[in-house]
């Protein structure tokens, strides 16, 4: 069964490509401002902050050796039923975010597709300067019209699309990765949401291409929730503008909404993006106290939307 954990360590014994990478890791990401890919290591641009500082994520599959290689630009970990991906784009790529784009998600999803592995699961891109530009050239929505190209240029239909999460942090360049099966998984919506990909044309030329979240079926007896990046929208629009109080209730109500339609699956952890560093203190203390037995990470990024302040994402298990 994946396992994922937050685990501190000081920053001389950060995982890298010339390390000694444990046998059964699929990939470890490190919050850190450098941005960029090597087999089983990801550094994401981010930076953790208050209690999470010095804390690497960790995907783990116990039991199994896992397999690593490159294709290309593609970096890739295997074990299982379950394949990570990786690709950084350069500061120059990430000036032309929806060829760049494009691109990577094609390299990807052809490296899946040769390793034997077609069902996508969950996938995350962090970005740089993820609001910059205006109306149909933000960047996020150039980035939103790349990875649609190269899903229709892979038939991969809206019913098929993972669950993710897309951030901007203060680095040039970008990572993008994800998880892909070699089983399929069960895509769920929020009731109290629009599906991102049916969002109406102001929201962008091509609407987002993830799903809400994603129930991986696998042998294992508990399967795996992977919910998106959540924040504070109801409908298509964003509620409880400049209110932090607010949107984090906003946000955690949708939270638990996919987790009850996903039949009430125990919420294991949360990776938490806020906008502003100044409102960590208020973000932390009301998780912790919502969720105090809910292992978590703090990053500062900037969320897609310039008008949301807090988005989390979370993983559970099944019942």
């Known amino acids: 069964m994946l396992r994922h954990s937050y685990t501190y360590a000081p920053s001389y ?11 059964d890791v699929l990939i470890s990401i490190v919050s850190d401002q ?39 630009d593609c970096h890739w970990s295997r074990g299982d039923n379950m394949l990570c991906v990786a690709i950084g784009l350069s500061d120059e790529q990430c000036k032309h975010i929806a060829s760049g784009t494009e691109r990577a998600y094609c390299q990807l999803l052809d490296t899946a597709n040769g390793l034997g592995f077609k069902h996508l699961l969950r996938f995350w891109n962090y970005l740089p300067a993820i609001n910059q530009g205006d109306g149909d050239g933000e960047l996020y929505k150039q ?38 099966s070699n089983q399929p998984g069960q895509h769920i919506e929020n009731p109290a949401q629009v599906s991102a990909y049916k969002y109406p044309r102001e ?12 129930m991986s079926n696998s042998s294992s007896a508990q399967p795996r929730l992977f919910v998106s990046g959540t924040a504070s929208v109801l409908g298509c629009n964003t509620v409880a503008i400049g ?8 946000t955690v109500e949708n939270l638990e909404k ?62």
């Open 143 to 180: 980035f939103c019209l790349g990875r649609h190209k190269a899903f229709v240029k892979h038939q991969v239909s809206a019913g098929d699309y993972p669950s993710a999460s897309a951030l901007g942090h203060h680095s040039k360049d970008a990572v993008i990765f994800g998880f892909v």
């Open 13 to 23: 014994a950060y995982p890298s490509e010339d390390s000694d990478l444990i046998d």
């Open 243 to 250: 209110d932090i109080n607010a949107q984090l209730l906003v």
């Open 258 to 319: 996919l987790i009850a339609k996903a039949g009430n699956a125990r919420l294991h952890s949360l990776k938490v993006y806020i906008r502003e560093v100044a409102d960590f203190t208020v973000v932390a203390e009301y998780l912790n106290s919502r969720y105090p037995g809910v292992i978590k990470l703090y990053t500062h990024a900037d969320v897609c939307r310039t008008n949301l302040l807090v988005e989390m994402e979370g993983l559970g298990y099944g019942q």
């Open 203 to 214: 929201y962008g030329p091509k609407s987002p291409s993830f799903a809400r979240a994603t």
């Open 34 to 72: 450098r941005c960029l890919v090597s087999k089983g290591v990801i550094y994401s641009g981010l930076d953790a902050i208050g209690e999470s500082a010095g804390h690497i994520e960790q995907w783990r599959l116990p039991g199994y050796n896992i397999e690593r290689g490159v294709v290309g």
